[in-house]
């Protein structure tokens, strides 16, 4: 049972654009939800996250929202770069503490064409 | 470079043989996660560490156990292997309890099994 299901394996997008990338989940307890970045031969590297208190997190050109009735969160990214080019993992927690036993999805990669 | 470290990076195997993988914790952290990644697969949630006892389970095999020492390091042993057991391991580390973002990943140990 996926309880974090990111339902695009792949996207490419134009440098400078807007890069949205997508997360649903079916768990409604969870409350905490975080980004995480993967570089090939590296382990993920933490990106961003959001408390459900709040429906958007900022930082950079990183921003993450966060629609809890709909069980849905995005993070969009602008303006798009190359270094961007990675596999992107949505992760949810069962509480605030947020690192504990954490639920990945399966990930999107996200290509950035110059 | 995050601070944990994992070995072996790469191992290739038989299947029925038994393996350790071994995972340093950066400095000062309590917690040790391990993940498993699985072609196509999201990172799953193996079980957790802290300061040597075990915290949490996840979908772990009978076959796999783990454990902590008390110089913090952790080793996940699998054991009676079999070819779906090849995936990238992946180990985590974090202070006692915070948010999300403290979880400091690994490189990941490829497993292969033949």
């Known amino acids: 049972d996926q309880q974090v299901k990111q339902n695009s394996p792949s996207l490419s997008v134009q440098e400078g654009r807007i890069s949205i990338l997508n997360c649903d989940y079916t768990?409604?307890?969870?409350?905490?939800f975080l980004w995480y970045k993967k570089y090939p031969a590296e382990g993920p590297t933490f990106l961003i996250s959001i408390s459900s208190i709040k429906d958007k997190n900022e930082d950079g050109r990183f921003t993450v929202f966060l629609n809890k009735s709909a069980k849905h969160l995005s993070l969009h990214i602008v303006p798009s770069q190359p270094g961007d080019s990675a596999v992107y993992f949505c992760a949810a927690s069962l509480n605030n503490f947020g690192n504990e036993k954490l639920t990945f999805g399966t990930g999107t990669r996200l290509t950035i064409i110059p | 470079d995050s601070g944990v470290t994992q070995t072996p990076k790469h191992l290739i195997t038989a299947t029925g043989q038994r393996v350790t993988l071994r995972c340093s914790p950066r400095?000062?952290?309590?917690?040790v996660y391990w993940y498993q990644q699985s072609l196509d697969q999201g990172l799953q949630f193996l079980i957790q560490y802290y300061n040597g006892e075990e915290r949490a389970k996840g979908n772990i095999l009978e076959r796999f156990s783990a454990q902590q020492f008390p110089d913090l390091h952790s080793e996940l042993n699998l054991s009676s292997l079999e070819l779906g057991d090849s995936a990238l391991y992946f180990c985590?580390?974090?202070?006692?309890?915070?948010?999300?973002?403290?979880?400091?990943f690994g490189e990941g140990s490829w497993l292969t099994v033949v």
């Open positions: 985590a580390s974090s202070p006692a309890r915070g948010l999300g973002n403290t979880i400091y």
């Open positions: 400095s000062g952290d309590l917690s």
């Open positions: 768990n409604s307890m969870f409350d905490y």
